[in-house]
Nanobody, 120 residues
Framework: QVQLVESGGGLVQAGGSLRLSCAAS????????MGWYRQAPGKQRQLVAT???????DYADSVKGRFTISRDNAKNTVYLQMDSLKPEDTATYYC??????????????WGQGAQVTVSS
C-alpha cells in the first residue's frame, strides 16, 4: 500500500504565497508522474500541474506563471509553490502519484487534501 501525506495549506491574503508538499511512502518501486489537482465547492476536480519523473512540467492555463511544481525523487515528494494567489485559487488541493510497485503494477494514489483559502 502507498500513502500520500500533504502539508502546507492555509489561509493567505490575495497576492500572497503558499507552498504545498506531498510525501509518498509505502510499497514504492518507482514513481512516474506526480501532480496536483484542486476542487472548489460545487465544482469538479481540475488539474493544476503535473511533473514527470524526469522533470517535465505542465500547468493549467489559470496558474501558469504563478505556480511552480517540483519534486525530490530521493524523498518521493512533490511540491507546489503558489505565488500571486487569487481568491479564485481557493480550493482543496490534492496530490496524485502514479506509483509502480516491485511487481511491475502501476496504480494512482491520492493525498488526503489540503485546504487553501485566499481572502480578498
Amino acid at each position: 500500500q502507498v500513502q500520500l501525506v500533504e502539508s502546507g495549506g492555509g489561509l493567505v491574503q490575495a497576492g500572497g504565497s503558499l507552498r504545498l508538499s506531498c510525501a509518498a511512502s509505502g510499497s514504492i518501486f518507482t514513481i512516474n508522474a506526480m501532480g496536483w489537482y484542486r476542487q472548489a465547492p460545487g465544482k469538479q476536480r481540475q488539474l493544476v500541474a503535473t511533473i514527470t519523473s524526469s522533470g517535465s512540467t505542465d500547468y493549467a492555463d489559470s496558474v501558469k506563471g504563478r505556480f511552480t511544481i517540483s519534486r525530490d525523487n530521493a524523498k518521493n515528494t512533490v511540491y507546489l509553490q503558489m505565488d500571486s494567489l487569487k481568491p479564485e485559487d481557493t480550493a482543496t488541493y490534492y496530490c496524485d502519484a502514479e506509483v509502480r510497485n516491485g511487481f511491475g503494477y502501476t496504480s494512482h494514489y491520492w493525498g488526503q487534501g489540503a485546504q487553501v483559502t485566499v481572502s480578498s
